[in-house]
C-alpha cells in the first residue's frame, strides 16, 4: 500500500502561480504513471494531468499550457506547477498513482489527502 502526501495549496490571486508537491512512501518508479486530479465543490472529481514513467504527460485542455506535471523519481516525488491561475481553479488537488495505457490514464486507486486550492478574482 503506497501513501500519497500532497502539499503546496493555497490562496492565491488570479494571474499567481503554486506548485503542488506529491511525496510518497514508495518509490514512484513502480507505477507506470502518476496524475493530479481536483475536486471543484459540487462537481465531480476531474483528471487534470498525468505524467508516465518515460515522461510522457498529458493535461486537461482548460490547463494546458499553463500547469506542467513533473516527477523526481530520486525524490519519489510528483509536482504540479500552475502558472496564470484563474478563479475556475479552485478545487481541491489529489494526488494520484496508476498507469497509462493506449494513451489514457487509469487509476490504481491510491489516492492522497488532498490540497486546497483557492483562486480569489
Known amino acids: 500500500q503506497v501513501q500519497l502526501v500532497e502539499s503546496g495549496g493555497g490562496l492565491v490571486q488570479a494571474g499567481g502561480s503554486l506548485r503542488l508537491s506529491c511525496g510518497t512512501s514508495?518509490?514512484?518508479?513502480?507505477?507506470?504513471?502518476m496524475a493530479w486530479y481536483r475536486q471543484a465543490p459540487g462537481k465531480q472529481r476531474e483528471l487534470v494531468a498525468s505524467?508516465?514513467?518515460?515522461?510522457?504527460?498529458n493535461y486537461k485542455e482548460s490547463v494546458e499550457g499553463r500547469f506542467t506535471i513533473s516527477r523526481d523519481n530520486a525524490r519519489n516525488t510528483v509536482y504540479l506547477q500552475m502558472n496564470s491561475l484563474k478563479p475556475e481553479d479552485t478545487a481541491v488537488y489529489y494526488c494520484?498513482?496508476?498507469?497509462?495505457?493506449?494513451?489514457?490514464?487509469?487509476?490504481?486507486?491510491?489516492w492522497g489527502q488532498g490540497t486546497q486550492v483557492t483562486v480569489s478574482s
Open positions: 494520484n498513482a496508476g498507469y497509462s495505457s493506449g494513451g489514457r490514464y487509469y487509476s490504481r486507486g491510491f
Open positions: 514508495g518509490s514512484i518508479s513502480s507505477f507506470n504513471a
Open positions: 505524467i508516465t514513467s518515460g515522461g510522457n504527460t
